[in-house]
């Protein structure tokens, strides 16, 4: 069956570091990846969006990778801020059609 | 631009009373979509609307839930009757063709 597994549901980190998430997936080959940022008692807000045939993506202090033979992506947010502390939603398009799938989401936690 | 606006924020009734919620999306998004987020989990698809056509509701529960978007523009999803396991919140998104979405603030339902 089609899964996708974020690779903790917490992480805390040391402001200023960088913050490392995993999104692993199985049985799915998507067009492209997606990652949504999500605060308490809000909707998701959509980040980055990188295709199957893209290595990597940056948005200023983003940075996107997207492997499709280990079928993982990795998010990593440098120089991180208490302002970047948030749910982390990892989703992907099955087959083009639009239609999303979420992961459960890593909940970050930077500390000053 | 205006988001996308949803009605109510919160509701609470009994299990086995009837609610509905309202969406409303971006100005000129065709497509529509209503998620349910349980707690501690990330979103997941209900029903996918293409202008007032229904592109996939695989995933909603037919004997309880119903959804439409009459004009092609704004969305009504109700539950008849609901259960305790409806407790969540319901997420309403819409996209252009760029594919990634943009969502609503949602509807934080409580059913005892």
């Known amino acids: 069956s089609q899964k996708i597994e974020q690779n903790s549901e917490a992480l805390n980190i040391q402001e200023g570091k960088t913050a490392t998430l995993t999104c692993n997936y199985t049985n799915y080959s998507p067009a492209y990846l997606q990652w949504y940022r999500q605060d308490p008692g809000r909707g998701p807000v959509f980040l980055l969006l990188?295709?199957?045939?893209?290595k990597e993506k940056r948005k200023e202090r983003l940075k996107v990778t997207f492997d499709t033979t280990l079928k993982q992506s990795l998010f990593h947010i440098t120089a991180s801020q208490p302002a970047d502390s948030a749910t982390y939603l990892c989703?992907?398009?099955?087959?083009?059609?639009?239609?999303?799938?979420f992961g459960k989401g890593t909940k970050l936690s930077v500390i000053p | 631009e205006a988001g996308v606006a949803q009605s109510p924020r919160y509701k609470i009734i009994e299990k086995r009373q009837s609610v509905a919620f309202w969406c409303n999306p971006i100005s000129g998004h065709a497509t529509l979509y209503w998620y349910q987020q349980i707690l501690g989990q990330g979103p997941k698809l209900l029903i996918q609307?293409?202008?007032?056509?229904?592109?996939?509701d695989s995933q909603l529960p037919k004997d309880r839930f119903s959804a439409e978007r009459l004009k092609g523009v704004d969305s009504t999803l109700k539950i008849q009757p609901a259960k305790l396991e409806d407790s969540a919140v319901y997420l309403c998104?819409?996209?252009?063709?760029?594919?990634?979405?943009?969502f609503g603030e949602g509807s934080r339902l409580t059913v005892l």
């Open positions: 990188i295709r199957e045939n893209e």
């Open positions: 998104a819409s996209s252009s063709l760029a594919g990634e979405l943009f």
């Open positions: 989703a992907l398009d099955g087959a083009g059609s639009y239609q999303l799938t």
């Open positions: 609307f293409q202008n007032n056509g229904v592109v996939d």
